[in-house]
């Protein structure tokens, strides 16, 4: 008897079917004398559509609404069936008795693998291979040790339910808005929050009012201070006041009221998690979320010099342990190798703050595997990505950074000066960064010594000082800043908006459907987010709602909370939210209408940005036109200045202009106008049935008349 293995996808599937045996290929699997190995391409399953259970939800109507099943349905997606049939008649072979998961290892991976099974009707027994790295040793270590499927049903449980809230309060929303104001307009559990706190933001900046201060730096010859007022804020809003102050203080002599010494230790930052990798590859290269996940992902797959990424831990499990070495030997090479080469002749610290099981729950922090690494072998995106992994991974086992922190306090005439001075004991794990400037995690124990000032002279308390000169610099309050990518990462991680795998997924979503956009590595929300929002209901707007729903997911996943009442929380929830657009007397403008008409129904077009530039889409769902809005230029040029003309669209139908002189022509369809090529074609079709003498304008007389009677 032979077992079925389930990989997620092809490129999966054929690394497990060379490191286990199976090497007979076929179109939809390989197979060997133990395992026949396919693979999903995706989701090859998934919700039913609503018109699925009645042909009347074609139509989108608000009367339908909410779309509310009693139990939900499942389908083959169209696009993959011929897979899912592949699959199918390998699970009804005879010499089949088994089912192994290898699909992905987390909540996504789980349910698309169960709702396979589920169409397939699947009763055989079935087992789970969870492996958190694709290499040979963890594919032989992880079949020889597969666990039990049941073993992974609340795992399943959660994904499920995940999937239903989705399509209750997505699909449902998402009509009632599209329905009720007449426009593409999408809401969801998690993309709607999201936008809310991009929002929450804009509408700071928009009512921030700037004001003009002024700070006072005293010069003491060997050091700088700052000013400080009561309040301990070194800005004077009052012009006089700084004026007076500084001429009050200049040239003054003063005494050195406090110095406080202190050591400061700064222990190495923690493993990466998804999000803190997508947080830090935006800041350091600006790499979108999405971008991070497609890169981590070919690391992870394809070269397998990475463990598994879609983790939310930044923490080891004690079985690791013994790996730890090699997985530093496969990465000791160019730039890491001086750094690796003194941890490889001792025992390696292993602490709290790299191993603690208590702080993982489905897959470890994201560290390189003991794959050896050939770095030329990288893209140049690869090779970034890669390089803040292994100088993570490294620094973990360096010691902490080290430095004396000084805090000065000069008294002046009974004002307060202030200075602040560092000075570096032992580099400690900054070492491994080799100088680079470092812009810290979330982590607050990793403070940036940078910030702590610069270095000072040796200074004692009841020193007399004098002030050389002091200036008064002004500066301006700031706006809040609009959302990076990192700090929206930020804000949905501690909000509990979504998960590492979902995250980049949302952000790209909201970009594509023109609710925000990237502005430099900025976000913002456009014209249609900004209505979008306040078109919805309060609840949906704000994180606090989806935020308790993720922590019943979670709970559920654990085996804490049961499926049934989170399900019709999110029913309830669906008929509020609805009902909410059906009785609302807002309204919706479109923010992107342009001049042009559509051909076809004459409504007026919406620009929207793609992937291959501007298009003009017509609003009409029926109608579905849609063309580029770059500028066309036709051959045809302008009679006053020769230069060529712009070819547009209107409810005349096509027509030429000068967009310089603005001079407008009307292409008729049934003109005889006659391009340059045609010309040609017909003078030689006619140069011969005419006289020598016939001069140019004849013989295209004559083309032209025997052309209309063709």
């Given at each position: 008897?032979?077992?079925?293995?389930?990989?997620?996808?092809?490129?999966?599937?054929?690394?497990?079917?060379?490191?286990?045996g199976s090497r007979e290929k076929h179109k939809s699997y390989f197979e060997g004398p133990k395992y026949i190995v396919t693979w999903a391409l995706g989701h090859l399953v998934g919700l039913a559509e609503p018109e699925d259970y009645d042909h009347k939800y074609q139509t989108w109507s608000l009367e339908d609404?909410?779309?509310?099943?009693?139990?939900?349905?499942?389908?083959?997606?169209?696009?993959?069936?011929?897979?899912?049939?592949?699959?199918?008649?390998?699970?009804?072979?005879?010499?089949?008795?088994?089912?192994?998961?290898?699909?992905?290892?987390?909540?996504?991976?789980?349910?698309?693998?169960?709702w396979i099974m589920q169409m397939l009707r699947w009763n055989k027994p079935f087992k789970r291979l969870w492996i958190s790295s694709q290499t040979d040793k963890a594919i032989r270590e992880g079949f020889a040790s597969l666990r039990p499927g049941s073993q992974f049903n609340r795992l399943y449980e959660s994904a499920r339910c995940r999937a239903e809230a989705d399509w209750m309060i997505g699909l449902n929303v998402t009509r009632a808005?599209?329905?009720?104001?007449?426009?593409?307009?999408?809401?969801?559990?998690?993309?709607?929050?999201?936008?809310?706190?991009?929002?929450?933001?804009?509408?700071?900046?928009?009512?921030?009012?700037?004001?003009?201060?002024?700070?006072?730096?005293?010069?003491?010859?060997?050091?700088?201070?700052?000013?400080?007022?009561?309040?301990?804020?070194?800005?004077?809003?009052?012009?006089?006041?700084?004026?007076?102050?500084?001429?009050?203080?200049?040239?003054?002599?003063?005494?050195?009221?406090?110095v406080k010494k202190s050591e400061k230790v700064v222990p190495h930052p923690l493993?990466?998690?998804?999000?803190?990798?997508?947080?830090?590859?935006?800041?350091?290269?600006?790499?979108?979320?999405?971008?991070?996940?497609?890169?981590?992902?070919?690391?992870?797959?394809?070269?397998?010099?990475?463990?598994?990424?879609r983790t939310d831990s930044r923490y080891l499990t004690s079985d690791m342990v013994g790996t730890l070495k090699e997985r530093l030997e496969s990465v000791a090479v160019g730039p890491y190798a001086a750094a690796i080469r003194p941890l490889l002749r001792k025992s390696l610290p292993?602490?709290?703050?790299?191993?603690?099981?208590?702080?993982?729950?489905?897959?470890?922090?994201?560290?390189?595997?003991?794959?050896?690494?050939?770095?030329?072998?990288?893209?140049?995106?690869?090779?970034?990505?890669?390089?803040?992994?292994?100088?993570?991974?490294?620094s973990l086992f360096y010691p902490a950074a080290k430095y004396d922190a000084v805090n000065?306090?000069?008294?002046?005439?009974?004002?307060?000066?202030?200075?602040?001075?560092?000075?570096?004991?032992?580099?400690?794990?900054?070492?491994?960064?080799?100088?680079?400037q470092m812009e810290e995690s979330d982590d607050d124990s990793a403070e940036d010594m940078t910030e702590s000032g610069v270095t000072l002279p040796v200074l004692n308390e009841g020193d007399s000082v004098k002030i050389e000169r002091i200036a008064a610099i002004s500066g301006r309050t700031m706006p809040p800043k609009r959302y990076t990518e990192a700090a929206l990462l930020s804000q949905m991680e501690k909000h509990g908006l979504g998960t590492p795998a979902t995250r980049a997924d949302i952000i790209e979503k909201l970009v594509s459907s023109d609710t925000i956009e990237r502005q430099g590595n900025m976000l913002l929300p456009t014209g249609k987010g900004i209505q979008l929002i306040e078109l919805v209901s309060p609840e949906l707007r704000t994180p606090q709602l989806t935020a308790r729903w993720e922590a019943e997911l979670e709970k559920i996943a654990r085996g804490e909370g049961r499926p049934e009442p989170f399900i019709r929380g999110i029913r309830k929830m669906a008929e509020e939210l609805v009902s909410g657009v059906k009785g609302s007397s807002a309204s919706y403008k479109p923010h992107n209408v342009s001049n042009s008409h559509c051909p076809d129904c004459g409504e007026r077009l919406l620009e929207k940005k793609s992937k291959r530039g501007k298009m003009l889409v017509c609003p009409n769902q029926e109608c579905g036109y849609r063309?580029?809005?770059?500028?066309?230029?036709?051959?045809?040029?302008?009679?006053?200045?020769?230069?060529?003309?712009?070819l547009k669209e209107g409810k005349a139908g096509m027509f030429v202009q000068c967009i310089t002189c603005g001079i407008t022509e009307v292409l008729n369809k049934d003109s005889q106008h006659v391009n340059k090529r045609e010309q040609q074609k017909l003078m030689k079709q006619y140069a011969k049935q005419e006289s020598i003498g016939s001069n140019l304008g004849d013989l295209l007389k004559a083309a032209l008349a025997q052309k209309d009677q063709d």
């Open positions: 008897m032979k077992t079925l293995v389930l990989a997620e996808k092809p490129s999966v599937a054929r690394e497990i079917a060379r490191v286990m609404l909410p779309i509310l099943p009693e139990k939900m349905k499942l389908k083959v997606l169209r696009e993959t069936n011929h897979q899912f049939k592949a699959i199918s008649q390998l699970a009804k072979r005879q010499d089949i008795d088994e089912l192994i998961i290898a699909t992905d290892a987390a909540r996504e991976g789980e349910l698309l693998a169960r808005l599209t329905v009720k104001y007449n426009a593409q307009l999408s809401a969801g559990r998690v993309q709607t929050p999201t936008l809310g706190m991009i929002m929450d933001r804009e509408n700071e900046i928009r009512q921030f009012r700037s004001e003009e201060y002024y700070t006072l730096r005293g010069n003491f010859g060997s050091f700088e201070a700052v000013w400080r007022g009561a309040n301990n804020d070194s800005r004077i809003f009052d012009a006089e006041q700084a004026k007076s102050l500084r001429q009050k203080l200049e040239g003054r002599l003063g005494k050195i009221v406090k493993a990466y998690d998804l999000t803190e990798l997508q947080r830090d590859a935006n800041k350091r290269f600006g790499f979108s979320a999405k971008q991070t996940s497609n890169v981590l992902q070919r690391l992870y797959e394809q070269h397998k010099l990475v463990t598994y990424p292993i602490t709290k703050r790299i191993v603690d099981d208590s702080k993982v729950s489905d897959h470890h922090a994201i560290i390189p595997t003991e794959q050896t690494v050939i770095l030329n072998a990288l893209s140049t995106e690869e090779r970034k990505l890669y390089d803040l992994i292994v100088r993570r991974f490294i000065v306090t000069v008294s002046v005439d009974g004002e307060s000066f202030h200075a602040k001075g560092i000075t570096v004991k032992d580099q400690g794990w900054r070492a491994v960064y080799e100088g680079e063309r580029s809005a770059e500028k066309r230029l036709s051959n045809r040029r302008c009679p006053q200045c020769h230069k060529k003309m712009e």
